[in-house]
């Protein structure tokens, strides 16, 4: 029912005074007349129109409320008015925009013919320069896609002149907020509303074989799952993404695209202290939403989250504990508390529940836990005692988790690259070397005291020497024997790869770094890795990798006796022992038969290039600041070999090669040495095998990718069998890899 009209009243105090929040003032001469009058953007009463205006001309029978009737009352301003009236906005949200009193100008003096198109125009310059950002994204995707495998350094040096100010900011309109652009980028990616589909196999067992909870979950994150959000106050670049991810949703595209300085400012750490620099202060986001998309559209642990609730668990009894993972173990005690937090939810759990816990972790937070199960039974850590995993673990759930490193963290932290970067292609990686060059890569990763708890442990004795490795010959036969020709120096198939190596190649995986022969330097071990990362590192990392971490291994109980105590080996499973726990369980599950990074191909930059590349104003304060003068030959590739763009790949899950995830699995954890109470240890590899459909961009449902595995039908269904407490029907060893003959030829 429509309200009843009031008459105007000219005597109103409201009706005589110029209203200042949200109306437009007109100044000037109306009729004669030199009154300062007010318009009330929202209407327009009778008796404002009856001050600036003849009575007669503008008389209204009461105030007008509806379209046809507000029109009607401008109008008839309009011809009272002067063309020369002076028109001033003064809300303060209108006044940012200009085009607003153009408009109300236009609405009041401009008379068509036709009727007015009330539809903003957008300036012929704003649509160019819209048109020519599409074009260049359009035109870069191309040109990566045309020239992947080109070799003609030609188009590079040509390609310069073009990117040589490239600068993404500035092409964006200028009358286009930020936000409002990227957010209308991103909203192609978001998810669509959720299916029953993806409910399943949850679902389907609760249904059908009645799953319901049993023991409360506690899920740990890996690397990069994790968003990261500001709570910086005083540092001027970080204010405006106050409580917003600088890691994780479309803020970080943002940040990094548009505001890159001030983004690399807080996601890198104090290269002293290994915590955040003065003025900064990034941490982990909290709840089940701190890793479930890590942007929208893109999964991480939503699959595992939306199955578990499908057989009845929910906030009261799963529970993600995110963890900032740029910081080193240790810091993430005496910053964040971390391992006094998990430690007291576990308790709690145990408390309220009667149940003991499962912990569910996916790669790097595998070796959180380990650390975990050192610290909380350490009189200098949680001070639980030896028999606290025992009496509050049910469960340790490994998926796809590098307890052995991964050797694409050795190349980050070395010179700034890995397989994912040495792939883009020519014009892609000349991009990216402008926009993030490799200085400012290694830079920032060596800073990340979590990403070197990863680096590769064991050494030789795990990863091989230049004589062989325990993984070689991941290939078929006939793979093979094309290797040992070329270790012999004989006909190669492939004269590239020769020429690359020269007489001392060894492709051997033992060969960590193999470097081209016209670098002048000869192929380095795993050991022999590590003496070059600690010469080009500089002083600060090699200090904080020295305090938090070590990557040897020990063979006797009296080399374990004193190894076992020290913070720096709880990262480490050949130098620390799992906790006293009979009763506990260990499920491996992991991917296979996916290509991985396992070793590299380097070459050497001249001296005179390093020394161009590293010129800027100012002297380099630090050895982390200069651009590392190696880097991965990407000119090397050979499908026989196993080699692409320089990366020499093996089998894994893309990620993570086999002795990483199943070294310690199937081998390690069965020596009373490494496991001395004899914790029960169940390994199930799954196959890599990838949808046929193009829809399924994330793999499928059997896919064993890194990553993508956290959405695998029968993980996810392993998983469900073990929080409901049914993992006694059928959840056997599953081997489908060489791991035990890999296992085997290990020097331990």
Known sequence: MAPKRRKANNN????????????????????????????????ITSAETNKCTDKDALKVPHEPTTQEEIKEAIEKLSKSLNKDTK????????????????????????????????????PPATRRRVILLLG????????????????????????????????LASMVPSGMIPDEFIGNVSAMFKPELLTEEEFYPGQALRQEQGYKPKYPVTMIPG??????????????????????????????????????????????????????PEGIRLRAAQGLEAADYLVPGYWVWAPIIKNLAAIGYDNNNMYLAAYDWRLSFANLESRDHYFSKLKANLELNLKVTGEKNVLVAHSMGSSVVFYFFKWVESPSGGKGGRNWVNDHIHTFVNIAGPMLGVPKTLAAVLSGEVRDTAQLGMVSAYVLEKFFSRRERADLFRSWGGLSSMIPKGGNRVWGTLHGAPDDGTHDEEETLVKEKIVNNDESPNATSKGKWGEHESPSFGAMLAFAESSSMKHHTMDESMELLSKMAGNDYNKMLGLNYTVGAVTTEAEMDKTDKLATSWTNPLEARLPKAPHMKIYCLYGVGKSTER???YNRMSDLTSALLDQRSGEVEDETAQTPNIYIDTTVHDDKLGISYGVHQGDGDGTVPLLSTGYMCVEGWNKKLYNPSGVKVITREFSHMSSPSPVDIRGGKRTADHVDILGNFQVTMDLLAIAAGRDGDGLNEQIYSRIREYSAKVDL
């Open 87 to 122: 028109i001033n906005i003064r809300h303060p949200s209108l006044s940012r925009n200009p085009s607003v009193g153009e408009y109300l100008h236009r609405a009041l003096f401009v008379h068509d013919a036709e009727p007015r198109d009330h539809k903003k125009r957008v």
């Open 599 to 601: 070793s590299y191909t």
């Open 12 to 43: 109103t105090t409201n009706d005589t005074k110029a209203k200042t929040n949200g109306n437009a003032n007109v100044n000037g001469n109306s009729s004669g007349h030199g009154n300062h009058q007010s318009i009330d953007k929202s209407r």
């Open 223 to 276: 690397i990069v799952s994790t968003g990261l959000e500001s709570w910086s106050t005083t540092h001027n670049c970080s204010q405006k993404y106050f409580r917003k991810r600088m890691w994780g949703t479309t803020t970080m595209f943002k940040a990094v695209l548009l505001d890159k300085e001030c983004w690399i400012s807080n996601m890198r750490l104090d290269s002293d202290t290994g915590l955040d």
């Open 136 to 167: 260049i994204i359009i035109g870069m995707v191309l040109a990566t896609f045309l020239m992947r495998q080109s070799k003609d350094a030609a188009y590079i040096e040509a390609l310069s002149h073009y990117f040589q100010d490239f600068d």
